[in-house]
């Protein structure tokens, strides 16, 4: 396993004991229209036999709505890098039904949990295997993103459709723009603190690439308010998403950095509750015809 891998990985762990549900509003406004996008696939023509793949399952927040939705007719394979957010789903959605011999025993028929890397785990599934494929937040961390997404498409059965919400490049703008600023006041290059996001256009052009049609997409810039800007990066690692691309330069201290920027930030986005940040939120959905 990679070394990115393994730090995602860690990560995740650290926040599947609850700092990551405490967190996540914006991830879980993202699930429920990933809900409602998927009932509009999904009709009361369907009565068996559906295969659903979800990417990135965290917390089983996402799982358990999908079940209790189309409980009758699909089985759900809900996969994730982190064990430990794999426990808690599991726990999550097993839990109401623990108690009820044939309730478990059905809901476990229809569920399986996996621990796994999706870009290494994709290369050996079975092809034609999955009606739809789903992801909550996810897709960002991916690191060969036409690879695995030309081996998702292999994993749809012909008419199957993916669909998957993730951050589009204006996420944490303030953020990014206030640590530009210190930089070049301090003289030196601005690196990237955080992921770097993709365009709707980029995901497009990736999904064509591979053999997807029909590609529709919706974006939304959402402000968040947050008390301090310490509270903001507070709730970003509470969510597991505190990977940083920078490296410490000579010339000004990890601290002082931080201490500029906090000062930046407050200066330039500062409202009366506290500080806002924005998240690029996209929600695209694709079909394998054919």
Known sequence: MSTRITAIGRQFNRSSSGSY?????????????????LKGWVDDSYTEGLNLLEIGCGTGALTEILLKEWSSFVSITALDIAPEMIKVAEQRVL?????????YKSLSARLQFLQADVEVWAIDAPSA??????????????SNQVHTLGHLRRLLRPGGMLLFTTFGPHTFHELHKSFHE???????????????????DQ??????????????????VRKETYPTVRDFLISV??????SSEAVALPGISTRRLFANMYQEYEAKFGIQEGVIASYDLLIIQA???G
């Open 21 to 37: 549900d405490r967190h996540s509003s914006v991830q879980r406004s993202m699930a429920d229209r990933l809900v409602q996008i």
């Open 203 to 220: 995901w497009k052009e990736w999904l064509n690439e591979v053999g997807f049609s029909s590609i529709q997409y919706e974006r939304e």
């Open 129 to 142: 295997s999955f009606d739809f494929i789903v992801s909550n937040a996810c897709f960002q961390w991916l």
């Open 182 to 200: 210190v930089y070049r006041a301090s003289g030196l290059k601005p690196q990237r603190h955080g992921l770097s996001f993709q365009s709707t």
């Open 287 to 289: 079909s394998a015809e």
């Open 95 to 103: 839990s109401s039904a623990v108690n009820d011999s044939e309730s």
């Open 237 to 242: 690692k509470g969510m597991g998403a505190s």
